[in-house]
């Protein structure tokens, strides 16, 4: 079974600052890795994805996230955070590809401070 | 690019009356939809998995005949939550993958989610 861990509640970055959300992951097999955000009372959008390839994978807004298997873990990070960056983050994967079930992290607040 | 709706955004019910809650992916066709639940300011919880043409697969610990799944085609799943009560109130998400060529590169899709009330 797979299963994704975010070890941080909440994360405070000043705006301008560089910010990095963690997340670590288990699973059987290669990961099928993948970061959505959600706004207040709104619905998933999706941010990046891992499947193969380039351990950095780059994506929507700005952000980037890490790859690292050695460390199970898949960061995301921004090099200059926005306020409007602010929101709830989840990590998350899925096992046998990116079609199939997907198992969310427990999720991070991040709140940029102007 | 592709678009997962959900009907209704919001309802408000009383308790003991069934809900029915529409998914559709509006430019693709999916014959795998998946339904989450997520409680307020925690994270989504995988319900089942909606198979087109056959039952769907429920997750550990989630009632099989409090939460009926029906795909009835390529484009549409339902989730009814029948004989709601209070604990039921949650916002209910669902996705369908959007497969590709090759397979490689299939991205989930996410609906805005419902909102459950029960009153």
């Known amino acids: 079974a797979q299963s994704v861990a975010q070890p941080e509640d909440q994360v405070n970055v000043a705006e301008g600052n560089p910010l990095t959300v963690k997340c670590t992951y288990s699973?059987?097999?290669?990961?099928?890795l993948f970061w959505y955000v959600q706004y207040p009372n709104r619905g998933l959008q999706f941010l990046l994805k891992?499947?193969?390839?380039?351990?950095l994978v780059k994506g929507s807004y700005g952000f980037e996230a890490e790859f690292n298997k050695s460390q199970t873990s898949f960061h995301l990070k921004k090099p200059s955070a926005l306020v409007s960056d602010s929101a709830l983050y989840f990590c998350a994967v899925a096992q046998y590809s990116s079609a199939s079930k997907i198992i969310f992290g427990s999720g991070t607040r991040l709140s940029i401070r102007p | 690019g592709a678009v997962v709706s959900q009907h209704p955004s919001r309802v408000i019910c009383k308790s003991g009356t069934s809900v029915k809650i529409e998914c559709r992916s509006l430019?693709?066709?999916?014959?795998?939809m998946f339904w989450y639940r997520q409680f307020p300011k925690k994270s989504l919880m995988l319900m089942a998995t909606?198979?087109?043409?056959?039952?769907?697969?429920?997750e550990q610990g989630v009632e099989k005949d409090k939460f009926l799944i029906n795909h009835a085609s390529l484009t549409l799943s339902t989730l009814t939550v029948t004989s709601a009560h209070p604990e039921d109130s949650s916002f209910y998400i669902c996705?369908?993958?959007?497969?590709?060529?090759?397979?490689?590169?299939?991205?989930?899709?996410f609906g805005p989610g419902t909102r459950l009330t029960v009153l």
């Open positions: 909606s198979n087109e043409g056959s039952k769907a697969t429920y």
């Open positions: 996705s369908a993958p959007l497969m590709e060529r090759g397979g490689v590169s299939d991205t989930q899709y």
């Open positions: 430019d693709f066709q999916a014959t795998t």
């Open positions: 699973v059987s097999g290669n990961p099928y």
């Open positions: 891992y499947i193969t390839g380039d351990n």
